[in-house]
């Protein structure tokens, strides 16, 4: 199967609402995860990572938990803003020249 | 001070033009990367370069080729352009060792195929 399943969008919230987006992996040995937002009209740029099981990462109020029982990486934040409406990925790279793994994205869309 | 730098950044053409897209970043990294995103926002890697040798080549016609001259500078040039090329194109760069370097992105170069 592909390395990295994320839920399927789009995902529409009312400000302040809870936010999940799931994103499970399947990989052998100790990868690192990440999640990129994508803005409308711009490249992807790093949101948050972690290298190493139980691992959370966490920036601008959003965070992720490495769950290595479970093989997931869910990204959450507990009050959304609309300025957060992007599209979210979460990737993965088990090292070396080995190519990182995108996952489909999901749109999110935040309404006042 | 832009990171990661391509131009042009939109690309309107003809079909059977050949068209080029270039790519830099100043960040000191020795890996750089093509990327070519849908309409639908799917992201495929293309061309992964690491050192100016290229070490990643996923399944894309050879209509599609690669050159970096430098560890700064990735470009990619295509030929004989398909509507089915209509895509947003990114170009992104990165250290090499380890799992845990993030990728930088440039702002894509959008493509359209008349």
């Known amino acids: 199967g592909d390395p990295v399943t994320q839920m399927e969008g789009p995902v529409t919230l009312s400000e302040e609402a809870f936010l999940t987006i799931n994103c499970t992996y399947t990989?052998?040995?100790?990868?690192?995860l990440f999640w990129y937002v994508q803005y409308p009209g711009e490249g992807l740029q790093l949101l948050l990572k972690?290298?190493?099981?139980?691992d959370k990462g966490s920036n601008k109020g959003f965070e992720a938990t490495y769950r290595k029982e479970t093989t997931s990486f869910h990204l959450e934040k507990g009050s959304v803003q609309v300025s957060d409406s992007a599209v979210y990925f979460c990737a993965l790279h088990s090292g070396g020249y080995q190519k990182v793994t995108f996952g489909t994205g999901t749109k999110l869309q935040v309404i006042p | 001070d832009t990171a990661v730098s391509q131009t042009p950044k939109y690309l309107v053409t003809q079909m059977g033009n050949d068209k080029s897209i270039k790519c830099e970043q100043n960040?000191?990294?020795?890996?750089m990367y093509w990327y070519k995103q849908d309409s639908k926002k799917f992201l495929k890697i293309m061309f992964s370069y690491n050192n100016k040798e290229l070490i990643i080549n996923e399944t894309v016609p050879n209509r599609f080729s690669p050159k970096s001259p430098d560890k700064a500078h990735l470009n990619l040039h295509i030929n004989s352009l398909e509507l089915g090329d209509s895509a947003v194109y990114f170009c992104?760069?990165?250290?090499?060792?380890?799992?845990?370097?993030?990728?930088?992105f440039g702002p894509g170069t959008r493509l359209t195929v008349l």
């Open positions: 992104a760069s990165s250290r090499s060792g380890g799992s845990g370097n993030e990728q930088f």
């Open positions: 960040l000191g990294h020795d890996t």
């Open positions: 990989a052998t040995g100790y990868p690192s």
């Open positions: 972690a290298t190493k099981a139980d």
